[in-house]
C-alpha cells in the first residue's frame, strides 16, 4: 500500500494532480486508513503511470479517458485505440508543421537583422507587420 506522497514520487505526479485526476474520475477513490489517508495499491500505480505516459504524449484528458475504458474492457476491439492514436499524431504532425514555420519565420527576422538602431531593426519592423504574420489558425498552440 502506497501513500498519495509515496505515489506521487514513483510516477513523478504532484499529489494535486493525482487528487485532481480523482476528482474527474480518471482515477479510482482510493481506499483510506482508519485516519483517512489515502492508500494505493499496484492496480492504481498502473494506472497513474498510464494517465502519466499518455499526458507526456499529448494526449488530452478526454482521449485519456477513452483509453482508459478501453483499456479496462480488454475484449473491445484495439482498432478504436489505434484511432485515438492516429487522431493524436495527426495532432502533433500540425504542431509541429506550425512550429517549423514559426522557426523559419524566426530564423528570417534574426538574418535580416543589420544589428543596427531600434529604428532600422528587421525584428521590430516584420512584428509591426501584420501581413507577414501567421494567421490565427496557424498560432502555436493553437
Known sequence: MLTIGNLAKMTGTK??????????????????TEGG??????????????????????????AIRELLDLSDHPD???????????RQLKQVERRMA?????????????HECSGGSTADCRVLEVLRDHSECLT???EIGA
Open 37 to 62: 489517508q489515502r492508500r494505493y495499491t499496484d492496480t492504481e500505480l498502473d494506472r497513474l503511470s498510464f494517465i502519466r505516459h499518455s499526458r507526456q504524449l499529448g494526449f488530452s484528458l478526454d
Open 76 to 86: 473491445r476491439p484495439c482498432r478504436e485505440a489505434d484511432g485515438i492514436a492516429r
Open 136 to 138: 490565427d489558425h496557424e
Open 15 to 32: 499529489v494535486q494532480t493525482i487528487r485532481y485526476y480523482e476528482q474527474i474520475g480518471l482515477m479510482p477513490e482510493p481506499g483510506r
Open 98 to 110: 506550425r512550429l517549423e514555420a514559426l522557426r523559419a519565420e524566426l530564423q528570417r527576422m534574426v
